[in-house]
């Protein structure tokens, strides 16, 4: 089967959408945003071995290179819309796409996105996305509008994508609520969406929670406060000890939850306003610089690693 055959079988399987002009077959895609919305794009690649087990199946390989995408769109506060999908694959394997387009497409039709797109190539595993999503003009929540006084705010669980890495390393028997947080991340796409006009500052957290909060942090010029004792952990991660729990909790990555910050105020008003989507506040943005960690003693704790980092 050559690349054309490939590229077939996705176009085949694709669905579409009445703004999409023209979509997969040109030598570009033309599309039509909706008057008086902005554009918002994102991009993310997937390396095997990298942001995935060599051995992770076909279909959570395209849930998961679908769901990154999409969590960045929700971080923005955007409606997803489009997506290009970008291959590299070391053969051609019929039976290998049709998974991952299981998977992928599974995703993308829970959140009406359309494949409008994309490149086929041979090389090392690597899926790429880019995606495309609206926001109403000036509203995309960004990471630089957290405000001194801010609650910290996080949605979801923390810490379950790395409790299961962790054991796949090890080759611990692996709890399956845990393995499916690691290979079908959830991308809060509504929760984001609901958060325009509530959230000061946002952010998803991929590379750890420390790590994505100083973002915040560094483009907001403020510092942060959070207690590891407030880290939400889910049932799955009641049996780690504690201190194992709240590395990963506070540092571990691969959870693709939303960090927000908001106005006191807004307490009630977020808590009602998520539709069932869990919020928790796990701290304050204050003066300064940087992300402080305390413990239940109020001593600044120190995680083994902040978050993961390419290139170190
Ligand atoms: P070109 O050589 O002009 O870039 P390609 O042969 O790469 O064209 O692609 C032909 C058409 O198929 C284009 O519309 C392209 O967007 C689409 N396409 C290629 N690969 C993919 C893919 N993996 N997923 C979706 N669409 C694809
Ligand atoms: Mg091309």
Redesign the pocket.
């Known amino acids: 089967m050559g690349?054309f055959d490939l590229?077939d079988r996705?176009?085949a399987r694709a669905t579409t959408r009445d703004d999409v002009v023209l979509g997969?077959?040109?030598?570009a895609?033309i599309l039509e945003p909706p008057p008086g919305k902005q554009l918002v794009v994102t991009a993310d690649t997937l390396n095997a071995g990298v942001h995935f087990p060599e051995a992770t199946r076909a279909e959570d390989i395209g849930w998961k290179t679908l769901a990154v995408n999409l969590s960045d769109l929700a971080a923005m506060g955007a409606q997803p819309a489009w997506c290009?999908?970008?291959?590299s694959l070391p053969g051609s394997d019929p039976k290998w796409l049709d998974g991952f387009l299981d998977g992928f497409l599974e995703l993308a039709s829970r959140h009406g996105i359309a494949?409008v797109?994309?490149?086929?190539t041979r090389g090392p595993l690597s899926l790429g996305v880019t995606a495309m999503g609206f926001v109403e003009p000036g509203r995309a929540l960004r990471r630089d509008g957290a405000r001194v006084g801010d609650d910290i705010w996080v949605t979801g669980a923390l810490g379950d994508a790395a409790a299961a890495l962790q054991s796949l390393f090890a080759g611990a028997a692996l709890d399956r609520t845990l393995r499916a947080r690691l290979d079908r991340p959830t991308p809060r796409v509504e929760a984001g969406r609901r958060l325009v006009g509530l959230a000061n500052a946002c952010i998803d957290v991929s590379d750890g929670l420390l790590a994505d909060l100083g973002h915040i942090c560094a483009r907001s010029n403020v510092g942060a406060e959070i207690g590891l004792d407030a880290l939400p952990a889910s049932p799955a991660l009641q049996r780690f000890s504690p201190a194992m729990r709240q590395a990963w909790q506070a540092a571990g990555g691969d959870d693709y939850e939303l960090c927000f910050t908001a106005r006191q105020e807004l307490r009630d008003e977020i808590a009602a306003a998520m539709g069932g989507v869990a919020v928790t506040r796990i701290g304050s943005i204050v003066t300064g610089q940087g992300v402080r960690a305390l413990d239940a003693d109020g001593n600044e704790w120190r995680p083994p690693r902040t978050g993961y980092t390419h290139f170190e």
């Open positions: 690349e590229i996705i176009r997969i077959g040109d030598d895609a290009t999908l970008s291959l494949i797109g994309g490149d086929t």
